[in-house]
């Protein structure tokens, strides 16, 4: 029980998908309650921004000085989507390097 709290309470998003890491916590949290142990909604919400990396900072500081309650659901779809605009602004520098590359200029 201690165990799988420990692991549910320092998982980190580290390289995986958003929603990898998302479907990991929820597998954990649904396995806590399985044992008796239920994650509530807020700590779940709190797990899943503490996890986050530097990428996800101003999400992070966003959700947390709300005043009012976010949903679960709510988070999952917000850093799903600022996930896709990384990826797009990190796919749109990619192609400014290679355009550069080509053309011999920055």
Same mark, same amino acid.
């Given at each position: 029980?201690?165990?799988?709290?420990?692991?549910?309470?320092?998982?980190?998003?580290?390289?995986?998908?958003?929603?990898?890491?998302?479907?990991?916590?929820?597998?954990?949290?649904?396995?806590?309650?399985?044992?008796?142990?239920?994650?509530?909604?807020?700590?779940?919400?709190?797990?899943? +921004?503490?996890?986050?990396? *530097?990428?996800?900072?101003? /999400?992070? $500081?966003? !959700? &947390?000085t709300?005043?009012?309650?976010v949903s679960?659901?709510?988070?999952?779809?917000?850093?799903?989507?600022?996930?896709?605009?990384?990826? +797009?602004?990190?796919?749109? *520098?990619?192609?400014?390097? /290679?355009? $550069?590359? !080509? &053309?011999?200029?920055?």
């Amino acid at each position: 029980m201690m165990q799988l709290r420990l692991h549910f309470l320092t998982t980190k998003k580290g390289s995986l998908s958003m929603m990898d890491y998302i479907l990991k916590l929820k597998t954990l949290v649904d396995n806590l309650a399985a044992i008796g142990e239920p994650v509530t909604n807020r700590d779940h919400i709190l797990q899943l +921004l503490g996890g986050l990396g *530097a990428d996800y900072n101003s /999400i992070v $500081a966003s !959700l &947390t000085t709300r005043e009012d309650e976010v949903s679960l659901h709510s988070v999952h779809t917000i850093l799903l989507t600022h996930e896709q605009c990384l990826s +797009l602004q990190n796919s749109a *520098a990619e192609d400014h390097i /290679i355009f $550069a590359n !080509l &053309t011999g200029t920055s």
